[in-house]
């Protein structure tokens, strides 16, 4: 077998094993708390259950390779216009202010990408599939088209590199990005979780199962724009979209139709 078939092998491995570990500590960490402390009754195993658990493997291989191609062009458009002393100085900054600065910029970001996934009807065709959901719990969190994942990733990794909160152009590994998504993608399992608790004024900052329910509820055509920041409610305040009441939604879905069929969902195929 050829060498470099070896090593792309290899690392399809490593990353599919990567993968199954997450999967297990999720599974460990969010299904008792769902079972004692949800806010609706529901089944482990419920309907679609399979489909979201493909869509986690799915999530997790191919954004990665579709922002393969547009992040090294910016790299090498940041190496060549913007100058090299910019970045030195901002690596000189604590990590926490980094991690910090970069977790506001991606937010801020990722907030557009979101909302442009709702406004643009191209857009809208992949990101539905997310919100195709009637049932919302921790695994919810990985339905999604890669396309539509690359595109709201790419949102908030742009930014973040061009002010050189992470180095695209540094020769070691850069700890901010792999933090800043590590702490999203532990975040979003968490505001998509069964669970009915609340945060008092904690809500005014940061993003809670019941801010991020609200953005998937159907309860009326006037309550589907809101919530768009995955972490950073205040975000959503500044730009006008902001919606969080006591109550919980009644229903959860879209009025967009979409298919059952992974396959389908993939395809970008609607239901006859």
């Given at each position: 077998m050829d060498i470099q078939l070896q090593q792309h092998l290899?690392?399809?491995?490593?990353?599919?094993?990567r993968l199954c570990l997450w999967l297990a500590i999720l599974f460990a960490i969010f299904v008792p708390v769902e079972r004692f402390f949800g806010r609706l009754p529901?089944?482990?195993f419920r309907t679609a259950f399979g489909t979201d658990l493909a869509y986690f493997f799915l999530s997790g291989l191919l954004p990665k390779l579709l922002l393969i191609v547009p992040l090294t062009f910016l790299a090498a458009s940041l190496h060549r216009y913007v100058p090299s002393e910019f970045y030195a100085s901002v690596a000189e900054l604590p990590i926490w202010v980094r991690v910090a600065g970069a977790i506001v910029i991606g937010d801020i970001g990722t907030?557009?990408?979101?909302?442009?996934?709702?406004?643009?009807?191209f857009l809208w065709r992949f990101h539905s599939i997310h919100h195709s959901a009637e049932e919302v719990d921790w695994l919810v969190n990985s339905r999604g088209h890669p396309i539509d994942?690359?595109?709201?990733?790419?949102?908030?990794?742009?930014?973040?590199?061009?002010?050189?909160?992470?180095?695209?152009t540094g020769n070691g590994v850069d700890m901010v990005p792999i933090l800043v998504v590590l702490i999203g993608t532990v975040w979003g399992f968490f505001i998509h979780a069964n669970v009915g608790w609340r945060f008092g004024p904690l809500e005014w900052f940061i993003s809670t199962p019941a801010f991020h329910h609200w953005h998937h509820?159907?309860?009326?055509?006037?309550?589907?724009?809101?919530?768009f920041a995955p972490m950073l409610p205040w975000v959503d305040r500044i730009f006008g979209t902001y919606y969080l009441p006591q109550s919980w939604p009644k229903?959860?879905?879209?009025?967009?139709?979409?298919?059952p069929a992974l396959v389908d969902q993939l395809l970008l195929r609607r239901p006859s």
């Open positions: 290899a690392v399809f491995a490593r990353d599919v094993l529901k089944k482990v907030y557009w990408a979101h909302r442009l996934a709702h406004d643009i009807p994942l690359a595109f709201t990733r790419l949102f908030g990794l742009v930014p973040m590199y061009a002010l050189g909160l992470a180095q695209p509820a159907n309860d009326g055509p006037g309550l589907t724009h809101q919530n229903k959860y879905g879209t009025d967009t139709s979409v298919s």
